[in-house]
Protein backbone atom coordinates (compact mmCIF):
# COMPACT_ATOMS: atom_id res chain seq x y z
CA UNK A 1 0.00 0.00 0.00
CA UNK A 2 2.98 1.99 1.12
CA UNK A 3 4.64 1.64 -2.91
CA UNK A 4 1.34 2.66 -4.33
CA UNK A 5 0.96 5.89 -2.74
CA UNK A 6 4.59 6.96 -3.25
CA UNK A 7 3.98 6.06 -6.71
CA UNK A 8 1.15 8.10 -7.19
CA UNK A 9 2.68 10.84 -5.19
CA UNK A 10 5.72 10.47 -7.45
CA UNK A 11 3.21 10.68 -10.64
CA UNK A 12 1.44 13.38 -9.77
CA UNK A 13 4.90 15.24 -8.66
CA UNK A 14 6.29 14.54 -12.41
CA UNK A 15 2.82 15.37 -14.05
CA UNK A 16 3.19 18.90 -12.46
CA UNK A 17 6.62 19.07 -12.94
CA UNK A 18 6.01 18.64 -16.71
CA UNK A 19 3.12 21.51 -16.57
CA UNK A 20 5.91 23.76 -14.60
CA UNK A 21 8.17 23.22 -17.16
CA UNK A 22 5.82 23.69 -20.45
CA UNK A 23 6.59 24.65 -22.76
CA UNK A 24 10.18 23.15 -23.16
CA UNK A 25 9.54 22.63 -26.99
CA UNK A 26 7.69 24.19 -30.36
CA UNK A 27 3.80 23.80 -29.86
CA UNK A 28 1.93 23.32 -33.05
CA UNK A 29 -0.77 25.52 -33.62
CA UNK A 30 -2.97 24.11 -35.93
CA UNK A 31 -5.66 26.34 -38.35
CA UNK A 32 -8.06 24.22 -40.45
CA UNK A 33 -8.48 26.40 -42.95
CA UNK A 34 -6.15 27.82 -45.72
CA UNK A 35 -3.54 30.45 -45.08
CA UNK A 36 -4.69 33.86 -45.57
CA UNK A 37 -8.23 33.85 -43.72
CA UNK A 38 -9.48 35.55 -41.16
CA UNK A 39 -8.84 32.57 -38.56
CA UNK A 40 -5.07 32.42 -39.99
CA UNK A 41 -4.10 35.69 -40.06
CA UNK A 42 -5.42 36.13 -36.56
CA UNK A 43 -3.80 32.73 -35.18
CA UNK A 44 -0.33 34.54 -36.84
CA UNK A 45 -0.35 37.35 -34.87
CA UNK A 46 -1.45 35.55 -31.51
CA UNK A 47 1.31 32.87 -32.00
CA UNK A 48 3.98 35.12 -32.47
CA UNK A 49 3.31 36.68 -28.51
CA UNK A 50 2.80 33.32 -27.46
CA UNK A 51 6.32 32.36 -28.62
CA UNK A 52 7.63 35.64 -27.23
CA UNK A 53 5.89 35.50 -23.75
CA UNK A 54 6.10 31.63 -23.52
CA UNK A 55 9.86 31.37 -24.35
CA UNK A 56 9.27 28.53 -26.94
CA UNK A 57 7.97 28.64 -30.53
CA UNK A 58 4.41 28.24 -31.68
CA UNK A 59 4.44 27.08 -35.29
CA UNK A 60 1.16 27.98 -37.36
CA UNK A 61 0.49 24.81 -39.40
CA UNK A 62 -2.81 25.08 -42.10
CA UNK A 63 -4.67 22.07 -42.69
CA UNK A 64 -7.57 22.69 -44.40
CA UNK A 65 -10.64 20.58 -45.86
CA UNK A 66 -14.12 19.66 -45.02
CA UNK A 67 -15.48 22.82 -43.93
CA UNK A 68 -12.82 22.95 -41.49
CA UNK A 69 -13.20 19.48 -39.77
CA UNK A 70 -9.77 18.05 -41.00
CA UNK A 71 -7.85 20.11 -38.89
CA UNK A 72 -10.09 20.41 -36.05
CA UNK A 73 -10.52 16.16 -36.36
CA UNK A 74 -6.43 16.05 -36.63
CA UNK A 75 -6.28 17.77 -33.05
CA UNK A 76 -8.98 15.97 -31.47
CA UNK A 77 -7.41 12.65 -31.87
CA UNK A 78 -3.69 14.54 -30.76
CA UNK A 79 -1.84 13.62 -27.46
CA UNK A 80 -3.04 15.97 -25.06
CA UNK A 81 0.64 17.29 -23.89
CA UNK A 82 0.12 20.54 -24.87
CA UNK A 83 1.91 20.67 -27.93
CA UNK A 84 -0.87 20.60 -30.52
CA UNK A 85 -3.20 23.00 -30.34
CA UNK A 86 -6.47 23.83 -32.64
CA UNK A 87 -6.67 27.65 -33.11
CA UNK A 88 -10.77 27.10 -34.36
CA UNK A 89 -13.88 29.17 -35.39
CA UNK A 90 -17.77 28.96 -34.88
CA UNK A 91 -18.29 26.63 -38.48
CA UNK A 92 -16.60 22.87 -37.33
CA UNK A 93 -17.51 23.65 -33.60
CA UNK A 94 -21.11 24.84 -33.44
CA UNK A 95 -22.30 24.29 -37.18
CA UNK A 96 -20.73 21.30 -38.63
CA UNK A 97 -22.30 18.95 -35.72
CA UNK A 98 -25.75 19.99 -36.75
CA UNK A 99 -24.99 20.85 -40.51
CA UNK A 100 -23.64 16.91 -41.11
CA UNK A 101 -24.57 13.35 -40.72
CA UNK A 102 -21.80 12.57 -39.28
CA UNK A 103 -19.08 14.58 -37.85
CA UNK A 104 -15.91 12.41 -36.80
CA UNK A 105 -15.00 14.48 -33.14
CA UNK A 106 -17.36 15.62 -30.20
CA UNK A 107 -16.26 19.23 -30.13
CA UNK A 108 -17.43 19.20 -26.37
CA UNK A 109 -16.24 15.76 -25.09
CA UNK A 110 -13.03 15.62 -27.64
CA UNK A 111 -11.79 19.39 -27.22
CA UNK A 112 -10.91 21.38 -23.82
CA UNK A 113 -11.17 25.46 -24.81
CA UNK A 114 -8.13 27.36 -23.85
CA UNK A 115 -9.52 30.99 -24.65
CA UNK A 116 -12.00 32.58 -27.34
CA UNK A 117 -10.20 35.13 -29.39
CA UNK A 118 -11.96 36.78 -31.52
CA UNK A 119 -15.79 37.84 -32.19
CA UNK A 120 -16.84 39.14 -35.86
CA UNK A 121 -20.27 39.75 -37.32
CA UNK A 122 -21.95 40.36 -40.31
CA UNK A 123 -23.58 43.73 -42.00
CA UNK A 124 -26.94 43.34 -43.97
CA UNK A 125 -25.31 45.22 -47.77
CA UNK A 126 -27.03 46.15 -50.64
CA UNK A 127 -25.18 47.34 -53.73
CA UNK A 128 -24.91 51.12 -53.84
CA UNK A 129 -27.50 51.38 -56.61
CA UNK A 130 -30.08 48.82 -55.12
CA UNK A 131 -33.88 50.35 -55.17
CA UNK A 132 -33.97 49.08 -51.42
CA UNK A 133 -33.85 51.93 -49.02
CA UNK A 134 -34.38 50.58 -45.90
CA UNK A 135 -34.47 46.57 -43.80
CA UNK A 136 -38.18 47.56 -44.35
CA UNK A 137 -37.85 48.02 -47.95
CA UNK A 138 -36.09 44.75 -48.59
CA UNK A 139 -38.91 42.74 -46.40
CA UNK A 140 -41.60 44.32 -47.77
CA UNK A 141 -40.48 43.62 -51.38
CA UNK A 142 -39.56 39.81 -50.25
CA UNK A 143 -43.17 39.73 -49.14
CA UNK A 144 -44.82 41.03 -52.33
CA UNK A 145 -42.84 38.83 -54.59
CA UNK A 146 -41.46 35.36 -52.82
CA UNK A 147 -37.94 34.15 -54.18
CA UNK A 148 -37.28 37.68 -56.14
CA UNK A 149 -34.63 39.02 -53.78
CA UNK A 150 -31.48 36.92 -53.90
CA UNK A 151 -28.31 36.83 -51.60
CA UNK A 152 -25.00 35.29 -51.58
CA UNK A 153 -22.96 33.45 -48.69
CA UNK A 154 -19.26 31.62 -48.57
CA UNK A 155 -20.97 28.08 -48.95
CA UNK A 156 -24.27 26.42 -47.34
CA UNK A 157 -23.78 26.64 -43.80
CA UNK A 158 -21.28 29.58 -43.60
CA UNK A 159 -22.41 32.28 -41.02
CA UNK A 160 -23.54 34.39 -44.39
CA UNK A 161 -26.04 31.71 -45.09
CA UNK A 162 -27.49 31.60 -41.46
CA UNK A 163 -27.90 34.72 -41.26
CA UNK A 164 -30.12 34.66 -44.12
CA UNK A 165 -31.89 31.73 -43.14
CA UNK A 166 -33.05 33.33 -39.94
CA UNK A 167 -34.04 36.27 -41.73
CA UNK A 168 -35.98 34.42 -43.73
CA UNK A 169 -37.69 32.57 -40.69
CA UNK A 170 -38.18 35.51 -38.36
CA UNK A 171 -39.77 37.86 -41.23
CA UNK A 172 -41.75 35.05 -42.91
CA UNK A 173 -40.50 35.21 -46.22
CA UNK A 174 -38.99 33.63 -49.20
CA UNK A 175 -35.47 34.45 -49.82
CA UNK A 176 -33.00 32.75 -52.62
CA UNK A 177 -29.86 31.64 -51.73
CA UNK A 178 -27.42 31.92 -53.78
CA UNK A 179 -23.82 29.08 -52.13
CA UNK A 180 -20.71 30.20 -53.48
CA UNK A 181 -17.23 28.43 -53.27
CA UNK A 182 -16.13 31.29 -51.33
CA UNK A 183 -16.52 34.58 -49.67
CA UNK A 184 -14.47 36.16 -52.56
CA UNK A 185 -17.31 35.57 -55.28
CA UNK A 186 -20.40 36.16 -53.25
CA UNK A 187 -18.25 39.69 -52.46
CA UNK A 188 -17.65 40.44 -56.05
CA UNK A 189 -21.10 39.46 -57.35
CA UNK A 190 -23.02 42.10 -54.36
CA UNK A 191 -20.73 44.59 -55.82
CA UNK A 192 -21.64 43.53 -59.06
CA UNK A 193 -25.02 43.63 -58.45
CA UNK A 194 -26.07 40.59 -59.46
CA UNK A 195 -27.13 40.01 -55.96
CA UNK A 196 -29.85 41.53 -54.29
CA UNK A 197 -28.58 41.75 -50.71
CA UNK A 198 -26.11 39.64 -49.08
CA UNK A 199 -25.21 39.10 -44.90
CA UNK A 200 -21.18 40.15 -45.53
CA UNK A 201 -18.67 39.99 -42.72
CA UNK A 202 -17.62 43.37 -41.16
CA UNK A 203 -14.01 42.37 -42.00
CA UNK A 204 -14.09 42.20 -45.86
CA UNK A 205 -17.73 44.67 -45.91
CA UNK A 206 -15.99 48.17 -44.61
CA UNK A 207 -13.89 48.74 -47.04
CA UNK A 208 -16.70 48.79 -49.68
CA UNK A 209 -19.32 50.82 -47.07
CA UNK A 210 -17.19 53.37 -46.51
CA UNK A 211 -15.98 53.64 -50.65
CA UNK A 212 -19.77 53.76 -50.80
CA UNK A 213 -19.96 50.74 -52.90
CA UNK A 214 -21.93 48.99 -50.80
CA UNK A 215 -24.80 50.55 -48.41
CA UNK A 216 -25.31 48.72 -45.12
CA UNK A 217 -29.15 48.37 -43.05
CA UNK A 218 -28.02 46.38 -39.68
CA UNK A 219 -25.24 44.26 -38.32
CA UNK A 220 -25.91 40.71 -36.68
CA UNK A 221 -24.57 40.92 -33.37
CA UNK A 222 -26.60 41.76 -30.14
CA UNK A 223 -24.32 44.99 -29.85
CA UNK A 224 -23.03 47.43 -32.72
CA UNK A 225 -20.15 46.89 -34.16
CA UNK A 226 -17.28 49.28 -33.71
CA UNK A 227 -16.33 49.56 -36.91
CA UNK A 228 -20.16 50.54 -38.02
CA UNK A 229 -21.22 52.34 -34.82
CA UNK A 230 -23.75 54.26 -36.90
CA UNK A 231 -25.40 51.12 -38.44
CA UNK A 232 -27.86 49.56 -36.12
CA UNK A 233 -28.52 45.95 -34.93
CA UNK A 234 -31.13 43.23 -36.40
CA UNK A 235 -32.60 43.92 -33.35
CA UNK A 236 -32.88 47.39 -32.91
CA UNK A 237 -35.10 47.08 -36.71
CA UNK A 238 -37.13 45.13 -34.37
CA UNK A 239 -36.02 41.43 -34.83
CA UNK A 240 -35.57 40.26 -31.05
CA UNK A 241 -32.93 37.49 -30.83
CA UNK A 242 -31.35 38.03 -34.00
CA UNK A 243 -27.68 37.13 -33.40
CA UNK A 244 -25.27 35.64 -35.44
CA UNK A 245 -21.96 35.95 -34.71
CA UNK A 246 -18.72 34.04 -35.83
CA UNK A 247 -15.89 33.21 -33.15
CA UNK A 248 -12.46 31.98 -33.06
CA UNK A 249 -10.58 30.55 -30.41
CA UNK A 250 -7.85 28.16 -28.94
CA UNK A 251 -8.50 24.83 -27.99
CA UNK A 252 -6.10 21.67 -26.93
CA UNK A 253 -7.33 18.08 -26.86
CA UNK A 254 -9.82 16.66 -24.29
CA UNK A 255 -7.28 15.21 -20.96
CA UNK A 256 -4.97 18.30 -21.65
CA UNK A 257 -3.62 19.37 -17.81
CA UNK A 258 -5.45 21.74 -16.56
CA UNK A 259 -1.96 23.97 -15.50
CA UNK A 260 -0.99 23.90 -19.16
CA UNK A 261 -4.46 25.11 -20.50
CA UNK A 262 -4.03 27.87 -17.14
CA UNK A 263 -0.86 29.25 -18.60
CA UNK A 264 -1.92 28.99 -22.27
CA UNK A 265 -5.49 31.45 -21.07
CA UNK A 266 -3.06 33.78 -18.88
CA UNK A 267 -0.64 34.53 -22.37
CA UNK A 268 -3.56 34.46 -24.64
CA UNK A 269 -5.36 36.84 -22.08
CA UNK A 270 -2.44 39.54 -21.63
CA UNK A 271 -1.42 38.77 -25.32
CA UNK A 272 -4.64 40.39 -26.60
CA UNK A 273 -4.49 43.18 -24.17
CA UNK A 274 -1.63 44.24 -25.87
CA UNK A 275 -2.06 47.51 -28.07
CA UNK A 276 -0.22 46.74 -31.54
CA UNK A 277 -2.76 43.15 -31.20
CA UNK A 278 -5.77 45.31 -30.43
CA UNK A 279 -4.69 47.95 -33.61
CA UNK A 280 -3.94 45.14 -35.62
CA UNK A 281 -7.31 43.24 -35.38
CA UNK A 282 -9.11 46.47 -35.26
CA UNK A 283 -7.65 47.55 -39.16
CA UNK A 284 -8.38 43.85 -40.12
CA UNK A 285 -11.74 45.51 -40.02
CA UNK A 286 -14.21 45.21 -37.02
CA UNK A 287 -12.72 42.15 -34.68
CA UNK A 288 -14.07 42.27 -31.29
CA UNK A 289 -11.61 40.97 -28.96
CA UNK A 290 -12.99 38.34 -26.48
CA UNK A 291 -10.33 36.68 -24.40
CA UNK A 292 -12.34 35.44 -21.37
CA UNK A 293 -11.89 32.00 -19.38
CA UNK A 294 -11.97 28.45 -20.45
CA UNK A 295 -15.28 28.43 -18.79
CA UNK A 296 -16.82 31.49 -20.57
CA UNK A 297 -15.52 29.82 -23.82
CA UNK A 298 -17.13 26.58 -22.92
CA UNK A 299 -20.30 28.23 -21.93
CA UNK A 300 -20.25 29.90 -25.75
CA UNK A 301 -19.58 26.84 -27.41
CA UNK A 302 -22.79 24.52 -25.36
CA UNK A 303 -24.87 28.06 -26.03
CA UNK A 304 -24.13 28.32 -29.60
CA UNK A 305 -24.35 24.33 -30.79
CA UNK A 306 -27.91 24.33 -29.09
CA UNK A 307 -28.50 27.63 -31.06
CA UNK A 308 -27.50 26.51 -34.71
CA UNK A 309 -28.59 22.91 -34.33
CA UNK A 310 -32.53 24.42 -33.78
CA UNK A 311 -31.94 27.20 -36.62
CA UNK A 312 -30.64 24.73 -38.91
CA UNK A 313 -33.49 22.12 -38.28
CA UNK A 314 -36.20 24.65 -38.18
CA UNK A 315 -34.80 25.56 -41.90
CA UNK A 316 -34.47 22.31 -43.03
CA UNK A 317 -30.88 22.92 -44.08
CA UNK A 318 -29.21 19.96 -45.88
CA UNK A 319 -25.50 19.64 -47.48
CA UNK A 320 -26.04 18.45 -50.66
Known amino acids: MKTLTITLMLGLALTAHAADKYPSKPVRVIVPYVAGG ?9 AQKLSDRLGASFVVENKPGANGMIGTDFVAKAKPDGYTLLADASGPLVVNPSLYEKVPYDPVKDLVPVSQLTSYQYALVV ?8 LDDLIRTARSQPGKLSYGSAGIGAGGHLAGELLALMSKTELTHVPYKGNAQAL ?9 FTFDTIVTAVPHIRSGKLRAFAVSGPTRSSALPDVPTMEELGYKGFHITQFQGI ?5 TDAAIVKTLNDAVGAAMREPDVVKRLAEEGGYEIVAGSPADFARLIATELDMYKRLIQDANIRMQ
Open 188 to 196: ADILGGQLS
Open 38 to 46: AADITTRVI
Open 127 to 134: PAASPLHS
Open 251 to 255: LAPAG
